[in-house]
């Protein structure tokens, strides 16, 4: 006999937490089920609006929304239990925060009944996540929740973009909900532009400058033609800071790579001897500002970011504007001389020019992978990361796939050599976090169904939650993973290497093979030991269209591109800027 019909429970918190999600765009979520959100998976899945994802560890949940964030469309959100399983997400947040990802995060707490008694799992969540997140919130009424949900999900994702957590209560979740309580409409408000005393300040410091250059940050991505066109309008190189490579298409003229670890000495001479700076959603950060003495002193500063408090943070700009990146460079460029050949007599304007085309000569052939140096260079044993980038190169032109870069030591071969025709085309992690790649990987690929995802991991970071390729099988998520497998933790071995004497202890480890790991798991696997093996392994994969590991062996010792050297980590003998 069939099972008699189950009547809904009546309508609740949790309920009323999935109505304001979909009310705000949301159609995904990943979490681990736990005791304080079954109410709110059980509302998913009475409903066929929002997707959710179980993943095998609350770390790849926070990751994966990551990804869906930064891949556009909808806010990426996660969900999990208390106490450890809160504790489990904290490092995916403390990401979001430091590259400015929106991010929901929602986390199940005890009842607030018995509060304070040190119950079982239970966290001060409010104040665990308050230095990591724009905004941390626990919500003690039912009749609150579409105010505070929604105010969350508002701050997540305007201004400068972040993570907000929101704490729920079980006895919340469980309380019933009122008929007439509802989602508010979806509110978003619009950018700031810039204030035309500003612009016009900035127009007239660039138009002066002998020796411009353009920054473009994190904030500045998404409008590649407005920033080109800025640069067409001034002659100024276009550099990114450190991992945000993809905003503009590296064929221009006016590109002249990203800095930061790895940065080539002719990008980091354009930003140093740069009479005038325009800087766009830039935060000046260690990295890209090789330790904050990368600016001289006699630089003049534009500076334009979306949160007022970036503005003279690390360097006091001589024009600081507050605007969202893209509005301002619109400004700028329609405010600017017109792009044309220089009138006869205009030496300013010709030598601007021919600086230009000498830095981007400089830049393109230090940039080849043709070079000497990298022909002759030699790993010993496995797979040369020369030959590596080559292959990610030839997907780099190819429609319809996006590259996701990790955090491993062969970072540096992509951020000097690979070059992004299509703006967009890679996401990479500057935060440090590793173990971003697979997850974020996962949430992309949902998010843009449209896309083959292709992600290039180190060893040491794609074990740490290589747990969820099962995720990717279930899932049917059709995951490509490079594993660039040195059987190390490469960047801190070349530290030991270089800083320590070559004295190694705890970086080298044992591996399985990925690709019996793969298909193990119901998945396609590769093992590959040679350069002429590599680009078939990663069309074979692509062709599957399943979930797929390539197991790319190098050499235990073998690293850094030639000439390259991993950043001391010793205490700076200057912390502050020039």
Known sequence: MPEPTREPPPRNGADLVVECLAQEGVRLVAGVPGTTVMDVIDSLARQDTIRFVATRHEQVAGFLADGVSRAGGQPGVCLASRGPGAANLAIAVQNAYDESVPLLVLIGQVPGSIAGRRAFEEMDIVATFRP???????????????????????????????????????????????????????????????????????????????????????????????????????????????????????????????????????????????????????????????????????????????????????????????????????????????????????????????????????????????????????PGTGVSSLSAVRVLQRLATRDGVLLLQDAPSFAPWTHRYLRLPRPGSLYASAGGAMA?????????????????????????????????????????????????????????????????????????YGNPDFADFARSLGGFGRRVETDADLEVAVDEALAQGRPAIIDVVQDQLYGLPPGLTPPSARWPTSAGPD
Request: glycine share 8%; hydrophobic share 40%; net charge neutral.
């Open 132 to 378: 990591m997140t724009k905004w941390t919130v626990e919500i003690q009424d039912v009749l609150r929740i579409p105010e505070l949900l929604q105010r969350g999900v508002r701050a997540a994702v305007t201004g400068r973009p972040g993570p907000v957590v929101v704490s729920l209560p079980l006895d919340v979740l469980q309380a019933p909900a009122p008929g007439q309580l509802r989602p508010a409409p979806r509110r978003r408000s619009h950018p700031p532009a810039p204030a035309a005393d500003g612009v016009r300040e900035a127009v007239e410091l660039l138009a002066t400058a002998e020796r411009p250059a353009i920054l473009l940050g994190g904030g500045a991505a998404g409008d590649p033609d407005a920033y080109l066109r800025l640069a067409e309008r001034f002659d100024a190189p276009v550099m990114t800071t450190w991992m945000r490579q993809s905003a503009v298409p590296h064929h221009h003229p006016a590109y002249l790579g990203a800095l930061g670890y790895g940065a080539h000495d002719v990008t980091e001479r354009a930003v140093r001897d740069a009479d005038v700076l325009l800087a766009l959603g830039c935060r000046f950060s260690e990295f890209t500002t090789n330790g904050w003495t990368l600016l001289s002193a006699t630089t003049r500063l534009v500076h334009v970011d979306i949160d007022a408090s970036e503005l003279g943070r690390v360097y006091v700009p001589d024009v600081g504007l507050v605007s969202d990146a893209r509005l301002a460079a619109a400004a700028l460029a329609t405010a600017a001389p017109a792009t044309a050949a220089p009138e006869p007599g205009d030496a300013q304007r010709t030598r601007r020019r021919a600086r230009l085309r000498a830095l981007r000569d400089e830049f393109e052939r230090v940039s080849s992978t043709g070079s000497d140096d990298l022909v002759a260079d030699d």
């Open 436 to 508: 971003w790649g697979l997850p974020a990987g996962m949430g992309i690929a949902l998010a843009r169904p449209d896309q083959r995802v292709v992600t290039v991991n180190g060893d040491g970071s794609f074990w740490m939650v290589a747990q969820d390729f099962e995720t990717c099988v279930r899932e049917k998520i059709g995951l490509v993973n490079i594993v660039m497998n040195n059987f190390s933790y490469g960047n801190t071995r070349d530290r030991q290497r270089t800083t320590h004497g070559g004295r190694y202890l705890g970086v080298f």
